[in-house]
Each structure stands twice: as C-alpha cells, then as structure tokens.
C-alpha cells in the first residue's frame, strides 16, 4: 500500500505532537555551556586544603599519599565540608 504525501505528513505531524506531550508539552533547546563557565575553578588543594585541614590537626602534605582515602578519609570529609561551608556563605 503506498501513502500520499499529505498522508506521511499528518503522520509525522500526529507523532511529533505526541512526542512533545509526552516531554510534558514543551520542546527542549539544546544546553547552554555558559552554566559550567566556573567548572574548575574552585578545587580542594593546595593552600586551600592546608588551611582547611590544619583546622582538623591535620596538613595539605596528607593528600599527596592517595592511602588518604584509608587512613584520613574522615580528615579530609570535614575539612572539605568546612570548606564548603564557607564557600556557601560567601556567594549568598
């Protein structure tokens, strides 16, 4: 059985406005780069992490040895959650 033109096109127009009901009746864009701008820019190392770390009895110089996950994992999860914290406050 062969379709006319005007057939194919109510199909595809019928599935294309099923499919944008199914997506909750919008159409999505593709994503913006521009939300991952600062990716990168704010990392746990360094004099940061000494900072941090010295709050908890501890040194930067621990995650130069990757056994911190065994040895100092506690450590390290505080300080990073301090450090956190802190950033919170200062984009707020």
Known sequence: MLASTAAVRRIVQREA???T???GGTTHAFASLDAY???GKHLFTGKVADEYL???GSSGDILKDPSWVNNHA???ANAVFDWYV???NQIN
């Open 86 to 88: 802190y950033f919170l």
């Open 37 to 39: 701008a600062d990716y």
């Open 54 to 56: 010295k709050k908890h």
């Open 74 to 76: 506690d450590t390290v």
């Open 21 to 23: 009901a199914l997506v």
């Open 17 to 19: 406005a099923r499919a």
